[in-house]
Nanobody, 125 residues
């Protein structure tokens, strides 16, 4: 059985940082495309950042420079580092993985076969 479990969300003030974690079991994240998505209030779920098995990464242009994805292969855990957070970053953040080795930000979300349950990030003063 494959599970992805996010953690690290919570309240944070504008300008602050958070690091989200996504621990996987039953699935080797290093061998597949992995990604973070978010769903902001009243908006559709959108891609944030993804990482292919060859370690290439892609980040949403609007978030480039503030958000970054990484993978600890020894821990089989992926991370999303979020810096200089803004109120519009408030969302439920999801981790996901594809069967394919590769990812880009433009692939349909239904190509991601495993998903975490999400973790809430609230940016507010």
């Amino acid at each position: 059985q494959v599970t992805l479990v996010e953690s690290g969300g919570g309240p944070v003030q504008p300008g602050g940082s958070l690091r989200l974690s996504c621990a996987a079991s039953g699935w080797d994240l290093a061998r597949h495309g992995i990604a973070w998505f978010r769903e902001r209030p009243g908006k559709m779920r959108e891609p944030v950042s993804c990482r292919s098995g060859d370690m290439s990464t892609y980040t949403n242009d609007k978030l480039e420079g503030r958000f970054s994805i990484s993978l600890d292969t020894a821990e089989n855990t992926m991370y999303l580092q979020m810096d200089r957070l803004e109120p519009q970053d408030t969302a439920v953040y999801y981790c996901a993985s594809r069967q394919s080795f590769y990812c880009t930000l433009w692939q349909p979300q239904n190509t991601y076969i495993y998903w975490g349950n999400g973790t809430q990030v609230t940016v507010s003063s």
